[in-house]
C-alpha cells in the first residue's frame, strides 16, 4: 500500500481520480445528494408531524376530531376552534403579558450578559473561574423546588401576582446561558483585531464598539432568541407566581385549556398554533 | 486562566500597580457586577432557603404559622433509608443517560447531514428545528399526549395501519418500560433543536481546508470526524453534554403531563418524587431535602464535564 500523504499516494490517488472519475464517481454523487436531501426531508417530516398534528387538528370541527379513524387533512375546514380560542377572556391580556415580560427581560438580560461576557472573554481577573462555575453551577438548579422560597421573596418585596417579580426571576434563569454563549462570541473574536484598529489610532473603547461589538452581532441575534423562547415558554413559574387571569402569560392561559371536563383538543390546538 | 492572570505579575512592580490603576483591574469587575447582582438577588436567598427547609419538618401546618420544627438531618436519613428514593435515582440517572445519548448522537447526525444536502433543504430542516424549539414545552406535552392517547392517538392508529401489530386501544403507559419509552422519545424530539443548531453552528467554524488536508492525507469520512472535527467541537460537545444532562435530570413536565397529572411510582424520577413530595402530600420539608441531594447528585454526574467545560473556557 502507497503510504497516504507521501508524495506518491498524493499523484496515485490524482491518477486514480483522472481515470476513473467519469464512470465511477459522477454517476454516484448525484445518488448520493438526492439521498442527502430525501433522508434531510425525512428528518424534517418526522420532527415537524407533532406541530402539523397540532395545527391540522386546530381546524378540524370537534366531530372530526375525536374519531378513531385519524384524517391527515382538515377535510371540512373550520375557523370556529380559533373563535372559540380568541373569545375565552384575557386571550389579548395575557398576550400584552407576555409581550411585556419577555421584551423588558431581555432588553435587560442582553446587556448585562454582555457586560458579563466581555468581562470573563477579555479579561483574566482573580475570581474569574469561580464566576465561570456558578454560571453553570445555579443552571443544576430544579426551579420546581424553589418556587415556595420564590413566591416568599417576592411576597416580601410586594411583587407576588405583579410582573416585575417575574421578569427578575426569569432574568436570574435565563442570564448564566446567555452570558456562557456571548462569551463564547466574543472569544472567539481574535484580540489582534481590535490591537491593529488601536495602532491605526482608535481608542480602546472605540476599537471595541467598531471592531468587536459588530462582530459579535450574530453571538447576540443567537442568545436574544434562545433567551426568548425559554421565557416566553416557561410555565410553572408564571403559573403559580402570577395568580389572578388578566396578568398571567400566554403559555399559562393554553395551559388552562386542560380542564377538569378533559382537554378541549381543538381550540386547545388552535390557541397553540397562535401562540 | 493561568497565562491571562499571571501574566501582570511578571511585570515590574510600578508598572503593574500604574496599569492597575490607570486600566483598572477592576474593570472586570464591574463588568460581571450586575448579572452577580441580579443571579444572586434573585437566588440566593431562595436557595439558602431551600437548604434551610430540607433541614426542618416543614408542612401545611408549619408553612401557615411560617414556622417550622428543627429536625436537622432527620430528613435526610429519611430519605436516604427510603427504597423508594434509590429506585428513583436509579431510574433518573439511566432515563437522563438514555436521552442524553440518544439527543447528541441523533443532532450530531442531523447536523453532519445538513453539511451535505442541498441549500433549500437544509433552510426546511433548519425552519423544522426552530419551529419545533419554538413551540412550548406545555404545548408540546399536550400534542403527544393527544398523539399516544390510547383511544383517538394517530400513533396508534398509524402502527396499525402500517402491520406492525394490533395497537387499537393499546395504552402505552400500562408498561412502564414503554411509557419510560414514549417519555425518552419526546424529550429527546424537544432536545433535538437546540443541540443540532449549537453543533452545527459549531461545524461551519471547521475550516475546510484542515479536511481537506487530512482527505489528501487519506482520512476517510469516520477519520476526519473522528482526528479533525471532534476536537474542535470538544468545548461545544461538553457545554451541550453538560447542559442535556441537567435538563433532561430535572425533566418534569413531560412526565407530568404525559401521565395526567398523577403519575404512579413507577414512573417517578426524582424531580417528579420532589414535587409530589412537596406539593402532593404537603411535606415541603421533605420535598426540599430531595430537591437538595437532586443538585448534589448532579454535581456528581457533571463533575467531569463542568470541569472540562470550565477548563476549555479558560484556555479560549
Known amino acids: 500500500m502507497i503510504a497516504p500523504g507521501t508524495a506518491q499516494g498524493v499523484q496515485a490517488g490524482r491518477a486514480r481520480t483522472a481515470t476513473e472519475a467519469a464512470a465511477r464517481v459522477m454517476v454516484p454523487r448525484g445518488l448520493k445528494q438526492l439521498v442527502y436531501d430525501a433522508t434531510g426531508i425525512g428528518v424534517a417530516a418526522v420532527m415537524l408531524f407533532p406541530i402539523y398534528w397540532m395545527i391540522i387538528t386546530a381546524f378540524k370541527p370537534g366531530r372530526d376530531i375525536l374519531t378513531l379513524q385519524p384524517k391527515w387533512f382538515p377535510a371540512p375546514f373550520t375557523l370556529d376552534n380559533f373563535k372559540d380560542a380568541i373569545a375565552r377572556p384575557f386571550f389579548l391580556d395575557d398576550v400584552r403579558n407576555s409581550l411585556v415580560i419577555v421584551g423588558v427581560m431581555l432588553a435587560l438580560a442582553l446587556v448585562i450578559a454582555f457586560l458579563a461576557a466581555v468581562g470573563t472573554a477579555r479579561f483574566g481577573f482573580r475570581g474569574r473561574t469561580a464566576f465561570l462555575v456558578m454560571i453553570i453551577g445555579v443552571q443544576m438548579v430544579p426551579l420546581n423546588a424553589l418556587i415556595i422560597p420564590l413566591y416568599m421573596l417576592l411576597d416580601s418585596a410586594g411583587q407576588v401576582d405583579a410582573l416585575p417579580g417575574v421578569i427578575a426571576i426569569y432574568l436570574a434563569v435565563v442570564l448564566p446561558f446567555m452570558i456562557w454563549t456571548l462569551r463564547g462570541f466574543v472569544a472567539n473574536i481574535p484580540v489582534e483585531l481590535e490591537e491593529a484598529a488601536m495602532i491605526d489610532g482608535c481608542t480602546r473603547t472605540s476599537a471595541f464598539f467598531r471592531i468587536t461589538f459588530p462582530l459579535v452581532g450574530p453571538g447576540l441575534v443567537a442568545t436574544a432568541i434562545f433567551g426568548f423562547i425559554q421565557a416566553w415558554n416557561e410555565y410553572i413559574i408564571a403559573y403559580v407566581l402570577l395568580s389572578s387571569p388578566h396578568n398571567q402569560t400566554l403559555t399559562v392561559w393554553l395551559a388552562s385549556f386542560t380542564t377538569n371536563h378533559g382537554p378541549e383538543w381543538g381550540p386547545l390546538m388552535a390557541g397553540a398554533v397562535k401562540g | ?316
Open chain 2, 1 to 316: 486562566m493561568a497565562t491571562a492572570a499571571a501574566a501582570p505579575d511578571l511585570e515590574p512592580a510600578s508598572s503593574f500597580l500604574r496599569r492597575r490603576w490607570l486600566s483598572g483591574q477592576l474593570f472586570p469587575y464591574a463588568l460581571i457586577t450586575p448579572s452577580v447582582a441580579v443571579i444572586a438577588g434573585v437566588l440566593a436567598f431562595p436557595l439558602g432557603m431551600l437548604v434551610w427547609l430540607s433541614l426542618q419538618h416543614y408542612g401545611l401546618r408549619e408553612l401557615i404559622a411560617h414556622q417550622g420544627e428543627w429536625v436537622g438531618l432527620g430528613n435526610y436519613q429519611a430519605i436516604l433509608a427510603d427504597p423508594l428514593f434509590r429506585q428513583v435515582i436509579f431510574r433518573s440517572l439511566a432515563f437522563t443517560f438514555t436521552c442524553v445519548a440518544l439527543t447528541i448522537l441523533l443532532s450530531t447526525l442531523i447536523a453532519l447531514l445538513l453539511l451535505k444536502v442541498r441549500r433549500a433543504v437544509s433552510v426546511v430542516v433548519m425552519s423544522a428545528l426552530v419551529f419545533v424549539w419554538a413551540t412550548p414545552v406545555i404545548v408540546t406535552v399536550d400534542i403527544w399526549q393527544w398523539m399516544f392517547d390510547y383511544e383517538f392517538g394517530v400513533i396508534n392508529y398509524l402502527l396499525t395501519q402500517l402491520h406492525l401489530g394490533n395497537f387499537i386501544h393499546h395504552n402505552w403507559f400500562d408498561n412502564p418500560v414503554q411509557g419510560l419509552g414514549v417519555l425518552v422519545l419526546v424529550v429527546v424530539w424537544g432536545a433535538i433543536p437546540f443541540v443540532t443548531i449549537t453543533v452545527f453552528a459549531g461545524l461551519l467554524q471547521v475550516p475546510g481546508e484542515l479536511l481537506d488536508a487530512a482527505e489528501v492525507d487519506g482520512a476517510g469520512p469516520w477519520q476526519r470526524f473522528r482526528f479533525v472535527t471532534a476536537p474542535m467541537l470538544k468545548p461545544i460537545f461538553l457545554i451541550v453534554t453538560c447542559l442535556s444532562t441537567i435538563w433532561d435530570f430535572g425533566v418534569f413536565n413531560q412526565i407530568y403531563v404525559l401521565l395526567n397529572q398523577r403519575p404512579s411510582a413507577d414512573y417517578y424520577t426524582i424531580a417528579i418524587y420532589s414535587y409530589r413530595e412537596s406539593f402532593g402530600v404537603s411535606q415541603y420539608g421533605l420535598g426540599a431535602t430531595i430537591a437538595v441531594l437532586m443538585v448534589l447528585v448532579l454535581i456528581v454526574v457533571t463533575l467531569f464535564y463542568v470541569r472540562e467545560t470550565v477548563r476549555q473556557a479558560e484556555i479560549a
